[in-house]
């Protein structure tokens, strides 16, 4: 599927009316991995402690038990890895499409030749980007 995040831009004509611009793209499903992802965790950490705090006997005697929670541990760190990886890919797309050239190369005004587009200032990404890191 496909969204359209809308962008106003003058139309730079007489008349002082913007239109809209729809960057095609779909980002988000890499950043619902990574928050259903730790959503899971969070509840699977929360039924661990049950069961290390009031079932502790029960964890102890059973030998299966400790193996099993080791396996989904795995699972969890090897799928939290790829989730970010994901999310690093999926703000990397976001990047690319609001990069200032992009823009103004999807901007129909800004095709004539006598016309000279300035892209302006560079957004920060700086939060978005250490958001990815930590």
Known sequence: RLYQIPFE?????????????????????PAEFFVTLGVFS??????????????????????KLPVADFCV???????????A????KGLTDVKAATRPASLIAAMGVC???????NAGATPAMGLANISVVR
Request: hydrophobic letters at 50%; aromatic letters at 16%.
């Open 73 to 83: 541990t795995v699972c969890f760190t090897f799928f939290w890895l790829v989730a």
């Open 9 to 29: 831009m003058p139309a730079c004509t007489e008349e002082s009316e913007t239109r809209t611009l729809h960057l095609v793209g779909d980002f988000s499903a």
């Open 111 to 117: 095709q004539g030749e006598e016309v000279v587009c």
């Open 85 to 88: 990886a994901a999310w690093g």
């Open 42 to 63: 969070f509840l699977y950490a929360m039924a661990a402690l049950v069961l290390y705090l009031r079932f502790h006997s029960l964890y102890g005697e059973n030998k």
